[in-house]
């Protein structure tokens, strides 16, 4: 754990670095462009995150900072109460008119979605304006051709606001920030289903009571189902991949594993045992393949994630030779993902839009990894096994037989009569392909048998 804190204060004062250089070029930026010109934004989207970059610019740091100024706000709804001060004349729901704007020269997007984002992102490209965006949705789905089309228009096409909130993770990783080879990362990436898993651990809650909470505080969009299926997070890990490995990963490459079969019996389990439930996106590498999932994993509760509460992000880096690096911070909610949309307007004006930074650093080499399902990974791993507990002795037997051959088995749970009644066992270290072939056989002598499972992380895996 030593090591960890040292890794954490270190990449604090890391953070605190990249939030003075960010801070030093807004407060001088103009001083050094010497035509002292002024870029015009055309913002898509004033909800939570465009709203957030209003007030940024606005009311939290003053406007000469950045030599910008916002033309038009583009909102569905134009009579909608704003949390912001804006001229009302600025609000437009003419979105194509904005996107055509010839005074506009960064269009920012934070309206989400994939459509009709994606064809105003391109559009604007098209007509020779830089882009930012917060949307992972685009970007990890059509990054790659975006940022080729800015870059054949000498513009740029940037999305720090699309993963991790305030942890400027894009820039470190497209900087080369750390200097070693990257060999996995494991993280936090999604807020919500952090929060809630947090309220399951701490307060004891059920899934539909800790989300039911998460969506009162506003972490959790009204309809949190690309959370709690893990695809969020997926859509950001395939971000964080395609710039790592450079070569375009799709989300679907993905194994994405949701929360909300989560019971609270898990988490007794778990605290029994000094262990944490946490949704972690996990990219590892063996014989020359990737390995990519979102899942909840079990990790020990005094490993780092284990601390990371509620709408904190977190990632880690495994690196060849100089150990992990750890990055935390806020990863959603209104002024920390604005924040990272801003410190790309600042990226712009600062280098007079000359920098091309784009979805995969032209020269560099792709790797041409594979990414492959988790079926196929050489690596063992210890897995939780939950399977419901069948009324018939002779089942029962057979299920105890056959994970024992594997794993050890806890115990045969007294969390309830009939459909209530759960078996868990912890096997040993085993393949993903071993754990699916055990499921199989339980199903096929007991076809109603319910099962779930976690991977289990080590700090040494
Ligand atoms: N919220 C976060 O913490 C967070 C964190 C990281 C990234 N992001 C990303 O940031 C983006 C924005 O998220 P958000 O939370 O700010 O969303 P939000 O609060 O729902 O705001 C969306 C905004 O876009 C406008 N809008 C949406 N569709 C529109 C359409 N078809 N035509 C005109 N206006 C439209 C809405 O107008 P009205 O106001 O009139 O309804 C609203 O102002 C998404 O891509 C999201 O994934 C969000």
Known sequence: ????????????????????????????????LPSKKRYGVGLLGAGTVGGGLIRLLHEKL????????????????????????????????????????????????AMGGLEPARTYIEKALLAGKHVVTANKQVVSEYGDYLSQLAQSKGKQFLYEASVAGSIPIIEILREGVIPDRIQAIYGILNSTTNFILTRMTESGEDFHEALVKAQELGFSEPNPSFDISGKDA???????????????????QLDARGIDGLAPFDFQFARDRQWRIKPLAIYEE??????????????????IFANVRNEYNALCFSCQNIGRQIFIGKGAGELPTASALLSDLSKITSSDGHEQLSYEPSG??????????????????????????????VKRRRIREVVGQVG????????????????????????????YRILNEILSFDADARLSWLRVLQETD
């Open 234 to 252: 997926g859509q950001k890990l395939a971000i964080l991949i395609s710039i790592l490995k450079h070569q375009p990963c799709h989300p679907a």
């Open 62 to 109: 003053s406007h000469h900072q950045l030599p910008v100024e916002i033309k038009k706000v583009g909102v569905r709804n134009l009579s909608k109460t704003r949390s912001f001060n804006l001229p009302g004349a600025l609000l437009s729901d003419n979105l194509e008119g904005i996107v055509e704007d010839k005074t506009i020269d960064i269009l920012v997007e």
């Open 286 to 303: 063996a014989s020359g393949k990737g390995f990519a999932s979102v899942e909840p994993v079990l990790v020990p509760a005094s490993s």
């Open 364 to 393: 560099a080499a792709r790797e041409g990894i594979q990414f492959c399902s988790s079926i196929e990974n050489p690596r063992g791993y210890g897995f939780y096994i939950k399977c419901s507990l069948s009324s018939n002795a």
């Open 1 to 32: 754990m030593n090591s960890f804190r040292f890794i954490v204060t270190y990449h604090v004062s890391r953070i605190t670095f990249y939030a003075s250089r960010f801070a030093f070029s807004g407060f001088f930026v103009e001083d050094r």
């Open 408 to 435: 050890e088995v806890f115990e045969e749970s007294t969390t309830g009569q009939g459909t209530n009644a759960w078996f868990c066992a912890v096997t040993q270290k085993i393949l993903h392909s071993e754990l």
